[in-house]
């Protein structure tokens, strides 16, 4: 049961360049979210999805866009990357229910230069 | 809209001494949950409260839960090296469906 896998672990972008970061769940949650730490903001919101076929905007979507074309995978994608969008990205997801933990992926580190 | 406060935002303390971290929201809560992250590691969770004045414990851990379902606490007893990283608490809203996080408090153990 590997929970909650993000790929890639580590990645360098120049300015301008568009990457995408995948998710994959395999607890079968419904709900999955895309956040990204920085030092001292904690997490922030920057997509989410309560179910296949749906996403919605968190608190920072600007320059991202995410796709939740099947159950278990949720993709986050920077169409034209900046260096204000270097961070650490976490992928988490959870069942519906409004008591149910967030289990967490191993997180993305993107640079930006 | 909902905002989750947590203090301090870092802590350094001896082996052995006691830790508390404490986190307020400016809202009534539905439940808070507790979180740990290690340095480069991802946040696991570690405890959901969901009563007024609830109070848990995990070993060394104790956490609490206001009375009014708005502030929550997160109290180490004899802090270890192995306790090291970034406590988050992460709250529900009254009738809400999204769970926001605090920004964190980084504790540091000298051994």
């Known amino acids: 049961n590997a929970g909650v896998t993000q790929t890639p672990k580590f990645r360098v972008l120049k300015t301008g360049q568009s990457m995408t970061l995948l998710c994959a769940q395999d607890?079968?949650?419904?709900?999955m979210y895309w956040y990204r730490q920085d030092p001292g903001m904690g997490l922030r919101l920057i997509h989410y999805?309560?179910?296949?076929?749906?996403?919605a905007k968190g608190e920072v979507p600007d320059g991202y866009n995410v796709s939740r074309l099947k159950k278990q995978n949720f993709l986050l994608g920077l169409e034209s990357a900046a260096p204000s969008q270097t961070s650490v990205y976490f992928c988490?997801?959870?069942?519906?229910?409004?008591?149910?933990?967030?289990?967490f992926g191993s997180g993305t580190r993107l640079t930006v230069v | 809209g909902q905002q989750v406060m947590q203090i301090p935002q870092y802590q350094h303390v001896q082996e052995g001494e006691d830790f508390t971290t404490y986190c307020n929201s400016s809202?009534?809560?539905?439940?808070i949950q507790w979180y740990k992250q290690r340095p480069g590691g991802h946040p696991v969770f570690l405890i959901q409260?969901?009563?007024?004045?609830e109070v848990k414990k995990q070993k060394r851990l104790t956490f609490q839960f206001g009375e009014a379902k708005k502030n929550s606490s997160l109290h180490i007893t004899a802090t270890q090296t192995t306790d090291v990283g970034t406590y988050f608490c992460?709250?529900?809203?009254?009738?809400?469906?999204?769970?926001?996080f605090g920004a964190g408090t980084r504790l540091f153990v000298k051994a």
């Open positions: 988490a997801s959870r069942e519906t229910g409004a008591e149910e933990s967030y289990t």
């Open positions: 607890m079968n949650h419904e709900y």
């Open positions: 999805s309560v179910g296949e076929g749906t996403t």
């Open positions: 809202t009534t809560l539905s439940n």
């Open positions: 409260l969901v009563k007024s004045g």
């Open positions: 992460a709250g529900r809203g009254a009738g809400g469906f999204k769970t926001i």
